[in-house]
Every structure is written in structure tokens, then in C-alpha cells.
């Protein structure tokens, strides 16, 4: 079945750093959605991805499709300690309306 | 205008027992997923309802069911509960449904012992 895969699987950073993690899939996705969650709470929707070739932001974050469009990026600019916490990509299975999750980004900034 | 709310917050079980979590979407959305998240590990889907009719479901077994209400409230059942049902159960309302973006409640945790 199709898979979502993150990377990297976490990374430390300063704070005041860029961050950039990307997800790939073994088929194309038409939609990509990205989550931020933090402990013990439900993932928040950060940025849905609908057009190919497009950037998509919010505030500091921006995201796009990758060429293939079995793949996606997202982007962090000048990190915060709040950005701390698990970032998921998240996609329709071709064909059903079943949404699949990456496997995760682990993020921590460093103060 | 609120979120998705879901209830209860937390749980605890023994195996072999039942269980029904609640979840009400946000307004004017008729789409619910639910999800089976478990430690370290990305939500898996379970199942999809919109209109009160399911439209997609996971690979879980028929211990797990689920179903959505005329005001577009859901409930999931899971029976026999296993030590491996362990996790925190979270519901997602959207508009109606793929490709629309999905919002995530704070999720109930599920603990058996």
C-alpha cells in the first residue's frame, strides 16, 4: 500500500535557524496537508497543499509539492522554541477517502 | 466558533471490556475520520463517515465500529478490548471529506490494562 516517508527523522536546530523536512510517497498525491503536534494533544493543520508549482505559506512556514509530485516540502524560517514538537504530512489515498500519515519529524530548537 | 471536541479525555480499561468514544465536529462540517494513533508512531485511519454513511475504512478488525448521527456527531466502539487498543483515539471533521483539509480534536487516550 502507499506509504508516507519523512525525513530527517528529527533534528536539533537554533534557534533562529531555517528548517526544511520533506515527505515522500510511493505514489502521487494530489493533496498534501501538513500537522504540527504537540504531546499528548491532537496534530494542527498548518498548510494544505492543492496546485503543483505552487508555494503555499503561513507566517513562517511555507510548502510546496516536490517535481514528481511524490513528494512534498515544508520550510520554517527564523525557528522559535514553539516550533518545538512532531511535524506530519498527511495525504488522500489514491482512489479512497482514506488520508495517510508520514511517519514524522521530530523537532527541537535549541534556545 | 469551538473545534472538534471529543470525550472523555482519558480512559482506562481492562481487556475484554468495551468502549465507546464520543466526538462532535466542528459546525457546518459533515465529515468525520477517525484515527488510532500509538506512541511514536503517525495516526493510522480507522474510519470515514459523511451524510451518516460510512465511506472508507482501515485495516482493523470488526472489534472496531463506528457510527455518525443525524447532527453529524460520531461514536467509535471498539469491543474486546486488547492491551494493544492502547493509544490516543483522535476524530478529524472536514467539510466533506478528501480531498478537504481535516481538523484534528484533542483525541481521547485510551489505556488497557
Known amino acids: 500500500g502507499q506509504q508516507l516517508n519523512q525525513s530527517p527523522q528529527s533534528m536539533f536546530i537554533q534557534e533562529g535557524e531555517d528548517v526544511s523536512m520533506n515527505c515522500t510517497s510511493s505514489?502521487?498525491?494530489?493533496?498534501w496537508l501538513w500537522y504540527k503536534q504537540d504531546p499528548g494533544e491532537g496534530p494542527v493543520l498548518l498548510i494544505a497543499?492543492?496546485?503543483?508549482?505552487e508555494l503555499t505559506s503561513n507566517g513562517r512556514l511555507t510548502a510546496q509539492f516536490g517535481t514528481t509530485r511524490k513528494d512534498s516540502f515544508l520550510n520554517i524560517s527564523a525557528s522559535i522554541p514553539s516550533d518545538v514538537g512532531i511535524y506530519f504530512c498527511a495525504g488522500p489515498s489514491s482512489g479512497t477517502y482514506k488520508y495517510i500519515f508520514g511517519t514524522g519529524t521530530r523537532l527541537k530548537v535549541l534556545a | 466558533d469551538a473545534g472538534v471536541t471529543q470525550s472523555p479525555t482519558h480512559l482506562i480499561k481492562t481487556r475484554g471490556q468495551q468502549v465507546t468514544l464520543r466526538c462532535s465536529p466542528i459546525s457546518g462540517h459533515k465529515s468525520v475520520s477517525w484515527y488510532q494513533q500509538v506512541l511514536g508512531q503517525g495516526p493510522q485511519f480507522i474510519f470515514q463517515y459523511y451524510e451518516k454513511e460510512e465511506r472508507g475504512r482501515g485495516n482493523f478488525p470488526d472489534r472496531f465500529s463506528a457510527r455518525q448521527f443525524p447532527n453529524y456527531s460520531s461514536e467509535l466502539n471498539v469491543n474486546a478490548l486488547l492491551l494493544g487498543d492502547s493509544a490516543l483515539y483522535l476524530c478529524a471533521s472536514s467539510l466533506s471529506g478528501s480531498p478537504y483539509e481535516q481538523y484534528f480534536g484533542p483525541g481521547t487516550r485510551l489505556t488497557v490494562t
Open positions: 505514489s502521487i498525491f494530489n493533496t
Open positions: 497543499l492543492y496546485k503543483a508549482g
